[in-house]
């Protein structure tokens, strides 16, 4: 679905780089440039497609995502906050729902800068009654990186809830998960792992002392995506597996077996921060050859 993105007609031109288009009923901001193709919502500040030059498609995003209003989006890098999971209502939070702002945009002849800024209004009160400025910033090109910085007297948790496409479940391995998981397919009950993680059937995982760099490994695809954690507590590894994909409204039957999500997260140690003092959750990708 991602390279449909690319073809949808312009609404307006930002820059020589920049493009304002419409999927459905979600206005995105289209990054064509040499060194990278990119894709992020307004709603959400939603990162569904990066693809740098050379490269095949990095972020998986799935082919039955809805673009409507309210509704999150499957796939690509959901921004999870103020809280990560079933918690409260709306899962995973309310900020990747809401309409966000891009407040700020650059690019030189390396990449690409975008800023996009959420605040407290009448729509956050129900969920959130507290003051706070959400903000995700970009740097686009050969890598890229996603900061999530928020300031707000209060505490949360969250994640950059990343899908990873890759060319066969069953043939991947990820590394720099660490030992220790709580493994959410069986109770959250405490595990530990020796080795890289596999993947046989469905997996939920939070890895709770990660190393800060997790590698997915892909022979099919011939090629290793680095995933680079900083400021986070845990790692959050993901794939439905067949059953799960059959039952969730907006994943394909067979979903299960192209995707990865491997989460830059602060789920055990929350992010606590002040206006003066704002709290950060920042992930950088790479992809080299295998």
Not at 96 to 102: A, F, G, N, Q, V
Not at 250 to 275: F, G, M, Q, W
Request: hydrophobic share 40%.
């Amino acid at each position: 679905m991602s390279d449909s993105l690319f073809a949808l007609p312009v609404k307006q031109t930002l820059s020589p780089s920049l493009t304002l288009r419409q999927q459905d009923q979600l206005p995105l901001v289209v990054v064509d440039y040499p060194q990278v193709r990119a894709a992020v919502t307004l709603q959400g500040a939603h990162l569904v497609a990066w693809q740098p030059t050379g490269e095949q498609p990095v972020l998986w995003l799935s082919e039955k995502s809805a673009f409507q209003e309210s509704v999150a989006i499957r796939g690509g890098v959901p921004i999870c906050w103020p809280w990560f999971g079933k918690v409260a209502t709306p899962n995973h939070g309310f900020a990747r729902i809401l309409p966000w702002e891009l407040s700020e945009h650059s690019e030189d002849d390396q990449q690409v800068q975008l800023t996009f800024t959420l605040r407290d209004s009448t729509q956050t009160e129900p969920f959130f009654p507290h003051t706070f400025t959400l903000k995700a910033h970009f740097t686009l090109g050969q890598t890229c990186s996603i900061e999530l910085v928020a300031e707000v007297d209060y505490q949360a948790t969250a994640a950059l809830h990343s899908y990873f496409t890759v060319g066969a479940i069953d043939d991947i391995h990820v590394s720099g998960l660490g030992t220790n998981f709580i493994d959410k397919v069986n109770g959250a009950q405490p595990a530990q792992q020796q080795g890289d993680l596999t993947f046989s059937g469905e997996v939920d995982r939070v890895y709770t002392a990660p190393a800060e760099t997790s590698m997915i490994h892909d022979p099919v695809l011939g090629r290793v995506i680095e995933v680079h954690h900083q400021h986070h507590s845990d790692v959050v590894a993901w794939n439905c597996g067949q059953s799960l994909s059959q039952s969730i409204g907006d994943l394909a039957d067979d979903s299960y077996l192209s995707y990865v999500c491997v989460e830059t997260v602060r789920v055990n140690a929350p992010l606590i921060s002040t206006p003066a003092t704002p709290a950060r959750l920042r992930q950088t990708l790479r992809v080299r050859k295998s």
